[in-house]
C-alpha cells in the first residue's frame, strides 16, 4: 500500500537537492524507499537501491563515498538514482552526501533515509544547507490507518466529511470504532495490519523492547532501566507539564541526564513537545512543555494498557494527544503551543496560523463539558484565536 509520503517523495525526484527521508524506526522508510525503486525501474530510470545495513557496502562506501558508482551502470550517460536506506550508519554521512552533491548533483540523485534523527541532527552539518530537503515519515494517520484495515467506505466518509460535502455519516458507528481502535494500538504498519488484538499488542511491546532500545544504544545511553522508566513516566502523565527537575528527583538521576532523555526521545520520533503561548516571548521560552507521543500505541505499550476507551481513566488524555498529532499534520509543531495561567485557567491548543492570529482548540471527552462561558479570559484576550471543542462522537473531531 502507497503512503501520502509516497507522492510526495516522487515529486521531488526530478529536483536537483537530495531527498532525505526520517522518521522512527518501523514506520515503513524501507518499505518507502522500495517502492520508489519500484517507480524508477517502471519508468527505465537508471538506479540502484543500497542497505547500509549491509557492512560490506557500509564499509565500502566509507572507504570512498565515490564508490556508489561502481554499483550503478556503467556508461550511462543520463541522470543516475541512488537509494540509500540507513544512511545514519556512515562513519560522516555529511561528508559522503557533500562530496556526491558537489562532484555528481549533474548526474546523481541522492535518496537516503534515516531511522535516527539524533544522528540526522548530529552529523548532518549546515555545509548541506540547500543541497538536500529533509521529509518525516510518521507512523500511519487515521486515514492511513483506514486504508491499511480495507476500512474504504469509512475511508471515503471520512474524506466526505474533511471536504464539507456532508454534515453526518451513514458510517459514523464504523468510524469511532476504528478510531477508538487506532487510539489504543496506534499507527505502525505492522501492528494496524494484524487483526487479533493479541498479535498488535506481541507487536508493540517488540517495538518498546527491540527498536527502542536500539535508539537508545545508538544515541550513547547506557542505563537502560532508568531510560524507560523516564519513558514510562512520561507515558502516563500524557498532555500534563513537563517537569524535569521533578523526573530526575524521582529517577535519581542528574538533571543533565533527565534533559538528554527527553532529546533523544524527541530526535528519535517518540515524543513531541508543545510549548506555552504567551505574548511576551522570553517568558515563553522559560516555562515548562507538555509532552505528546507521537503514537498512542508505543504509549499505551510503555504503561501496559490497552483497555477500551470506556473502561479507561486516561481517554481524555488519548484523545488531547490524537488532536495534538493530528494538529501536528496540518502545521509546524512549532505553530502549536498551549495557554495556561497561574489561577488555573488553560486552553489545550493554541496554533499560531500567522502573525496575526489563528485558533484555539479545547478537548473535552464529553461533549457536555464544552462549555464557550469557561473560557472568557482567553476568549476576551485573544478574539484572534477564536476558540472551537473537540470531544467523543462529534464530527469535528474527525475533521
Known sequence: MLRKKYHELLAHLPKQEMTVLIGARQTGKSTLLRQIADALIASGEAMVLLS???????????RNPEHIFKYLPRQHEGRMFALIDEIQYLTDPTHFLKLLYDEHAHRLKIVATGSSAFYIDRQFKDSLAGRKKIFELQTLD???????????QEL????????GEIEKSTAAPQLWAALETYLIYGGYPAVVLED????????????????????????????????????????AQVGNLINIQELSNTLQIPRSAADHFLY???????????????????????KMPKGYFQDLGLRNALINYFAPLEQRPDKGALLENYVFRRLTEQYA?????FWRTADGNEVDFVVEENAFGGKA????????EANLNKYQKFTSAYPQYPLSFQSWGETPLLL
Do not use: W
Open 156 to 163: 471515503r466518509e471520512l474524506n466526505r466529511l474533511r471536504a
Open 196 to 235: 487479533d488484538p493479541k498479535h498488535r499488542i506481541e507487536r508493540l511491546q517488540e517495538l518498546k523492547d527491540s527498536f527502542v532500545k536500539r535508539d537508545m544504544l545508538e544515541s550513547g545511553i547506557t542505563d537502560e532501566t532508568k531510560f524507560y522508566r523516564f519513558m514510562m513516566l512520561l507515558a
Open 333 to 337: 509543531t512549532h505553530q502549536i503551543k
Open 361 to 368: 482548540v479545547e478537548v473535552k471527552f464529553n461533549p457536555k
Open 142 to 152: 487515521f486515514e492511513e490507518f483506514l486504508m491499511f484495515r480495507n476500512q474504504a
Open 52 to 62: 547500509l545495513e549491509r557492512k560490506d557496502v557500509l564499509l565500502d562506501l566509507d
Open 264 to 286: 533523544v526521545l524527541q530526535k528519535c520520533f517518540h515524543l513531541s513537545l508543545a510549548r506555552p503561548f504567551f505574548q511576551n516571548l522570553r517568558k515563553e521560552l522559560v
